[in-house]
């Protein structure tokens, strides 16, 4: 039990701001005016969080080795699970479930701010360390998936066959 403990990295410096972004997305999706429908929230939830996981935990730190989470960079903790797969997925809830095609682009432009900004204060705070990566490198990143893919991926889920 020891080491389950230990591998979660709670002791990682700034661990408390993934932990707090999460817990916050959480609760404002629970109680959220709802323009989605709960099979849309998880299926959005999911597919989000699955290609965030497998793009920044694959590609971004493997291959790119562009930046570190946490306390050891060889270990992935709990930190690195909120901050790759449930926070991102939060973001794209909220998002979508606030999203109408007179307000897409105010929408794509505060979503982004909101995704740089928490990407800035992970570093800020100490539980993001940056090898060579720019945190206003994300922006085009975030502006085609707020912009683009949500937009199509709401309209895929919601295609009749």
């Known amino acids: 039990m020891e080491k389950f403990?230990?591998?979660?990295d709670l002791s990682a410096e700034g661990i408390w701001f993934p932990?707090?972004?999460c817990i916050i997305s959480l609760i404002y999706i629970l109680f959220m005016?709802?323009?989605?429908?709960?099979r849309e929230i998880y299926l959005i939830f999911g597919t989000v969080g699955y290609v965030?996981?497998?793009?920044?935990?694959?590609?971004?730190l493997n291959y790119f080795d562009a930046f570190d989470l946490g306390r050891d960079p060889e270990q992935e903790g709990i930190g690195d699970l909120i901050s790759y797969g449930i926070i991102p997925s939060c973001y794209a809830v909220i998002f979508l479930n606030h999203l109408k095609e007179k307000?897409?682009?105010?929408?794509?432009t505060l979503f982004t701010l909101l995704s740089s900004l928490s990407?800035?204060?992970?570093v800020q705070v100490g539980y993001m360390k940056?090898?060579?990566?720019?945190?206003w490198w994300s922006i085009p990143v975030f502006i085609i998936v707020f912009g683009f893919w949500l937009?199509?991926?709401?309209?895929?889920?919601?295609?009749?066959?």
């Not at 005016?33 to 709960?38: D, G, M, V």
């Not at 937009?151 to 066959?161: A, F, G, Q, Y």
Request: proline share 4%; hydrophobic share 55%.
């Open 151 to 161: 937009p199509w991926h709401l309209k895929l889920i919601r295609k009749k066959t």
């Open 119 to 122: 990407e800035w204060l992970l």
């Open 130 to 135: 940056l090898k060579g990566w720019q945190t």
């Open 5 to 8: 403990i230990q591998n979660l």
């Open 19 to 21: 932990f707090t972004l």
């Open 52 to 60: 965030a996981v497998m793009i920044d935990m694959f590609l971004m």
């Open 103 to 108: 307000n897409k682009w105010i929408y794509v």
């Open 33 to 38: 005016p709802k323009r989605l429908t709960w």
